[in-house]
């Protein structure tokens, strides 16, 4: 199959520098919302092969469906019609309660608002993203102390949200996306409350993910700095491939 056809790399003619298995496959799908009698159709038709390890951007215009893309990856949400297939499980196929563990086990999630909860320290708010697992607790409390370390937060482990900066936060929340060893991650918008210096900081620990652990990383974005990062760029327009 021509990959090509559907993504059109900005900084390459490759389809992608990656080689290997797709870890993620997005087959034809269309998204309608229906809102008090009108129809919105959000994703029209969409097809995308993702790689194992590979680190891609979504862009596009505000309203081209690039955070429904996303949620629909990470089995947030369903599509109207089409199949995505990740890891070789097709999501449609799943129970609530396997996509729930879907979504705990196999995706990390980070966005631009961080969501981390303001009453529990660093890390006790990476630590219960860990519980739906089997991780034991000598087991997290090891691996919560090499992602801080990683992430540059060992000293902060103990503050609280109020008490970090954006970018502390952000890269708490990667920390808290890593816990369960993702073998994706989705991040919409994860640098658009950052000055540069921080966005800089985050994509280094998207692509070190993506080098160090081969974690697949797919982020929206509307930053060209961020995009130029990724390994490929896919377009979005009217929700539908550029
Ligand atoms: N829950 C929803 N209910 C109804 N319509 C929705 C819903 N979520 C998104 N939409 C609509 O779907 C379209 C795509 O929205 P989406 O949020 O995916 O765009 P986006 O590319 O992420 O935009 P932005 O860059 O502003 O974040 C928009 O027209 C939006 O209004
Ligand atoms: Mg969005």
Do not use: W
């Not at 797709?22 to 097809?47: C, E, F």
């Amino acid at each position: 199959m021509d990959r090509s056809r559907n993504t059109k790399p900005i900084r390459t003619q490759e389809a992608s520098s990656i080689e290997g298995e797709d870890i993620l496959s997005v087959q034809n799908i269309s998204k309608t919302y229906k809102l008090s009698g009108n129809k919105v159709t959000a994703l029209n038709g969409v097809s995308l092969q993702i790689k194992r390890g590979e680190f891609v951007a979504i862009i596009g215009p505000s309203g081209s469906g690039k955070s429904t893309l996303l949620q629909l990856m990470g089995g947030l949400d369903k599509p109207t019609s089409g199949t995505i297939v990740v890891d070789g499980t097709r999501l449609e196929s799943l129970s609530d309660r396997r996509l729930s563990r879907f979504r705990n086990q196999t995706v990390g999630f980070v966005f631009q608002f961080f969501y981390l909860q303001p009453f529990l320290n660093l890390s006790r708010n990476i630590e219960v993203a860990a519980m739906p697992s089997r991780m034991k607790k000598g087991e997290r409390k090891k691996r919560i102390a090499q992602l801080a370390q990683r992430v540059g937060l060992a000293d902060r482990l103990t503050h609280y949200p109020r008490e970090l900066s954006g970018g502390q936060l952000q890269r708490a929340a990667i920390a808290r996306a890593l816990i369960n060893n993702p073998h994706i991650i989705i991040a919409d918008e994860p640098t658009g409350n950052l000055d540069s210096q921080n966005t800089q900081e985050v994509v280094d620990l998207f692509r070190q993910a993506c080098r160090e652990l081969n974690t697949t990383v797919v982020i929206a974005t509307h930053d060209p700095m961020v995009a130029s990062k990724a390994d490929r760029t896919v377009i979005l327009k009217d929700g539908a491939l550029a």
